[in-house]
């Protein structure tokens, strides 16, 4: 049966995202902040709101919580844009950059959000390939960018779902095309690394971050965007004027205010994916070395099977298919949570 008219013959084949919500025990499925929010940090949280607060809109630019990040990170105000979880700021940036007629360039396997905006906003979307080994091919990646000559280039880094992570030399060098490279550093606090401190020379940079990882806040969508003034004007333009909420305002100025509360659960996350990785490898599974707060392990044919058996034992991991079809992402966790993920897999294979 044929659709009325109004409905876009383009979306027929877009799939909306699909969080996969089952009961379950263990959640290690969505690369979340195994530690529950600090109870002091929630009732800080409570203390800065008020009745005042919520019959009025909140400040279209989060003026204070983006003062409070310049600060961190040694950049003007105007340099940052806030959002409803660094989804909405790839949407924006299509929204800006993108469109009918314009290009955009990624890389395969990826965040799938880089591809589903420049689906909806109808931009020519292209890929490369990972290596075998998930590493990226700066030669190839050169000749695609020749080829497409894209206004847009997407890179997630670390990598989301590989883990895998680009050197800032390597990163340089992509800017050094009449792009907009765009590089989601979502995972950063896990590795290290950081392109940041390239905004001071290159005007075609835009840095992704998120509160949602290291810092917990997963559940009230934070994200932000640092660019030079000039791309910030543009994102603003088409960004929604009320976008973050006055509640998630100030809970990203406490969690700011308060980061060493949360170095420590950093360290440890750390410290647990090297040994999770170790010990996967002791079971015979094919880990890919990560640097974020997940690892991706190839399981082989049995892959969807496996990440049914976890489900039925209430583990939540991610199941990824298409390319990855032999493999799972799986969040690091507590001590505890991975300790019976790891007796669950033993019992298992």
Request: hydrophobic share 40%; aromatic share 10%.
């Amino acid at each position: 049966m044929n659709k009325p008219r109004y409905f876009k013959e383009a979306f027929a084949q877009l799939k909306p995202y699909e969080p996969h919500l089952v009961p379950y025990e263990i959640k290690l499925d969505a690369n979340e902040n195994p530690y529950p929010f600090p109870k002091s940090l929630l009732e800080e949280i409570f203390t800065k709101i008020g009745a005042k607060d919520f019959p009025l809109y909140p400040d279209p630019l989060a003026g204070r919580l983006r003062f409070r990040l310049s600060e961190k990170l040694g950049v003007m105000p105007e340099n940052i844009v806030l959002g409803n979880g660094s989804d909405e700021l790839i949407l924006c940036l299509y929204l800006a950059f993108g469109g009918t007629g314009r290009k955009a360039l990624g890389f395969s396997p990826s965040f799938v959000m880089f591809w589903h905006h420049a689906f909806v906003t109808q931009t020519d979307y292209f890929e490369v390939s990972y290596r075998d080994d998930f590493g990226l091919d700066l030669e190839e990646t050169k000749e695609a960018i020749k080829k497409y000559q894209p206004h847009l280039v997407f890179l997630a880094n670390p990598n989301n779902p590989t883990g895998t992570l680009v050197d800032i030399e390597t990163i340089e060098k992509l800017l050094a095309y009449d792009h907009l490279l765009v590089v989601d550093e979502a995972y950063v606090e896990f590795s290290g690394v950081s392109a940041i401190e390239l905004l001071k020379e290159y005007q075609n940079l835009v840095i992704l971050r998120t509160f949602s990882k290291a810092r917990a806040l997963a559940g009230l969508r934070l994200g932000y965007l640092v660019a030079n003034v000039d791309v910030v004007k543009e994102i603003i333009k088409v960004k929604n004027p009320y976008n973050v909420n006055v509640f998630s305002q100030i809970a990203g100025e406490v969690v700011l205010a308060n980061e060493e509360v949360f170095q420590g659960e950093i360290k440890e996350i750390v410290a647990e994916r090297e040994k999770l990785y170790n010990q996967l490898a002791s079971l015979g599974l094919k880990p890919v070395k990560s640097h974020a707060n997940f690892i991706l392990v190839e399981f082989g044919e049995k892959a969807k099977e496996i990440h049914q058996e976890l489900i039925n034992h209430g583990i939540l991991v991610r199941y990824l298919g298409g390319a990855l079809a032999n493999y799972l992402r799986i969040t690091v966790g507590t001590p505890e949570e991975n300790r019976q993920l790891l007796k669950k897999l033993e019992e298992i294979l």
